[in-house]
T-cell receptor
């Protein structure tokens, strides 16, 4: 039972490059989330999808876009990476909004 | 504004003693509270939760206390073990809201349990 799977685990980008972080869950959860973790800032919500077909902005959405491809998959795209987007990114899913979320292993992204 | 705050960035305790991690919140709409544990290079894992209709929830060595009037919750770990050394995040949600209910996290507290 894989749970929440994120790819890649590590990535180094140059400023201005684009990339997509992939996330898939196999728990048949309705809600999916993207968080970033920065030192002293905790986990901050970037975007979330309460259910298939819907997406909404979280606390820190600027510079990101998301796609809820189907019930299983929720991707995060950086169109033009900036050094301020250097962070650890976590995807999570939950049966429904506001309940226990299950997290992936994270993607450590460095933008130089 | 930071709706969920963990004012202690770090806590160090001796093995076998009690660890108490604290969390304060400001949003009175929050009605569900959770604690997560995070080891380095791993994702956070759910530890324990409490609904606002309760003031205590226990699961083995872990107990969460909720004081609604003070908007404060705490996690007690008794007895503490070296394997408990991790970052602990508290989180809250407003499940009663019709939309926009999602988890809001605190900054985290690094717990170190010394043998």
């Amino acid at each position: 039972n894989a749970g929440v799977t994120q790819t890649p685990k590590f990535q180094v980008l140059k400023t201005g490059q684009s990339m997509t972080l992939q996330c898939a869950q196999d728990m048949n959860h309705n809600s999916m989330y993207w968080y970033r973790q920065d030192p002293g800032m905790g986990l901050r919500l970037i975007y979330y999808s309460a259910s298939e077909g819907t997406t909404d902005k979280g606390e820190v959405p600027n510079g990101y876009n998301v796609s809820r491809l189907n019930k299983r998959e929720f991707s995060l795209r950086l169109e033009s990476a900036a050094p301020s987007q250097t962070s650890v990114y976590f995807c999570a899913s939950s049966p429904r909004e506001g309940t226990e979320a299950f997290f992936g292993q994270g993607t450590r992204l460095t933008v130089v | 504004d930071q709706q969920v705050k963990q004012n202690s960035p770090s806590l160090s305790v001796q093995e076998g003693r009690i660890s108490i991690l604290n969390c304060d919140y400001t949003n009175s709409m929050f009605d569900y509270f959770l604690w997560y544990k995070k080891y380095p290079a791993e994702g956070p894992t759910f530890l324990i939760s409490i609904s606002s209709i309760k003031d205590k929830n226990e699961d083995g060595r872990f107990t969460v206390f909720l004081n609604k009037s003070a908007k404060h919750l705490s996690l007690h770990i008794v007895p503490s073990q070296p394997g408990d050394s991790a970052v602990y995040f508290c989180a809250a949600s407003a499940r009663g809201e019709t939309s926009g209910s999602r988890l809001t996290f605190g900054e985290g507290t690094q717990l170190t349990v010394n043998p």
